[in-house]
């Protein structure tokens, strides 16, 4: 079975940093491109980032390139997303979701999500 | 980047009843529009991918169309457990944007 279990998430003061984990397992890590989307809460869904199953090509929304750092560990299964600078409106569920392909192209679709982990920014 | 907008924004149905969101792009995007359900407090769900093809698994009462700009989800015979938000994703271009989502209540 195909399972992904997102960690990391908590409370942080603004400005602050925090780095969010995902655990995959069921099905061959580094074949798949991973992404993260969130939630604010109450809003609607926002993709964040996504890397592609080498862990080689990154892609991010711009509201936190560069402020932010996708990256796999193809070796321990785990996806990762690093973020600087948090602000509150960085407030929200964070979603690990795996891809249907190895690359993050054009006619990809998210066929499994982790069950999400709450980052919240305040001081 | 690609705007995707839903309609309605909310809809009210009732056990039994065929309902029927539309999601526009704001370009052409062929046919990659994927459809989602989210139950509250739960992770969302793929239905639909690349416009009308049903994720396995998944009801066949839930089905997709539209190519281009405009793209329709059709869920029929509504069941008490259908009652949830959909969003359309477009997966043309990064950023893979979402559309707001339709709530579907009773």
């Known amino acids: 079975e195909v399972q992904l279990l997102e960690s990391g998430g908590g409370l942080v003061q603004p400005g602050g940093s925090l780095r969010l984990s995902c655990a995959a397992s069921?099905?061959?890590?580094?074949?798949?491109?991973m992404h993260w989307v969130r939630q604010a809460p109450g809003k609607g869904l926002e993709w964040v980032s996504g890397?592609?199953?080498?862990?080689?090509?990154?892609y991010y929304a711009a509201f936190v390139k560069g402020r932010s750092t996708i990256s796999k560990d193809n070796s321990k299964n785990t996806l990762y997303l690093h973020m600087n600078s948090l602000s509150p409106e960085d407030t929200a569920v964070y979603y690990c979701?795996?891809?249907?392909?190895?690359?993050?192209?054009?006619?990809?679709?998210?066929?499994?999500w982790g069950q999400g982990t709450l980052v919240s920014v305040s001081s | 980047d690609i705007q995707m907008t839903q309609s309605p924004s909310s809809l009210s149905a009732s056990v039994g009843d065929r309902v029927t969101i539309t999601c526009r792009a704001s370009?052409?995007?062929?046919?990659?529009v994927n459809w989602y359900q989210q139950e509250p407090g739960r992770a969302p769900k793929l239905l639909i991918y690349?416009?009308?093809s049903l994720q396995g698994g998944v009801s066949s009462r839930f089905s997709g169309s539209g190519s281009g700009t405009d793209f329709t989800l059709t869920i029929s015979g509504l069941q008490p457990e259908d009652f949830a938000t959909y969003y359309c994703?477009?997966?043309?271009?990064?950023?893979?944007?979402f559309g707001p989502g339709t709530k579907l209540d009773i």
């Open positions: 979701a795996k891809d249907r392909q190895t690359l993050v192209t054009m006619g990809n679709w998210f066929d499994t």
């Open positions: 069921g099905f061959t890590f580094n074949n798949y491109a």
């Open positions: 890397i592609s199953g080498s862990g080689n090509v990154k």
């Open positions: 370009q052409s995007i062929s046919n990659y």
């Open positions: 690349a416009a009308s």
């Open positions: 994703q477009q997966s043309f271009s990064t950023p893979f944007t």
